[in-house]
């Protein structure tokens, strides 16, 4: 069984991989892994939420933990509905939205056995 975990250097990605990201919710992606996305997977600026050229934004700056549940579970339910993309998830939430990987991993278990969904492996190593 292949381990699915996201790499912490992405610099390039295969057509079929998503840049998978934490955002805000105004698409203001001036820093971490929302700049990356930015500036070399096809985020929009304005758009905060959801597929974004090769990126997907999920936002984490609004609120706690509860408050960003639901737009993990909407991607989720994207990755369970695009099998034929590979989507690669940072450590959102765990840069500058200050949450630690114990409050993050959490919102992910449900896709931890998604074929087609890489964790990054301190939210791996949540689970175990």
């Not at 990605?13 to 001036?30: C, D, K, Q, T, Y």
């Not at 909407?74 to 993309?85: G, K, Q, R, S, V």
């Not at 840069?95 to 964790?119: C, H, M, Q, T, Y």
Request: proline share 4%; with cysteine; glycine share 12%.
């Amino acid at each position: 069984m292949m381990e699915r975990i996201t790499s912490d250097h992405i610099e390039s990605l295969a057509s079929n991989e998503i840049f998978v990201f934490g955002s805000n919710l105004a698409g203001v992606h001036g820093g971490g892994a929302a700049r990356v996305a930015y500036k070399k997977f096809g985020a929009v600026w304005g758009q905060g939420v959801g597929l974004q050229g090769q990126s997907y934004g999920i936002p984490t700056m609004h609120g706690g933990v509860a408050r960003i549940q639901p737009y993990v579970d909407e991607f989720i339910i994207f990755a369970e509905d695009h099998p034929e993309l590979n989507f690669l998830v940072t450590r959102i939430g765990c840069g500058i939205a200050g949450f630690k990987d114990s409050e993050i991993a959490p919102l992910f278990e449900r896709a931890k056995d998604l074929e087609n969904v890489w964790l990054p492996r301190s939210f791996r190593e949540c689970y175990q």
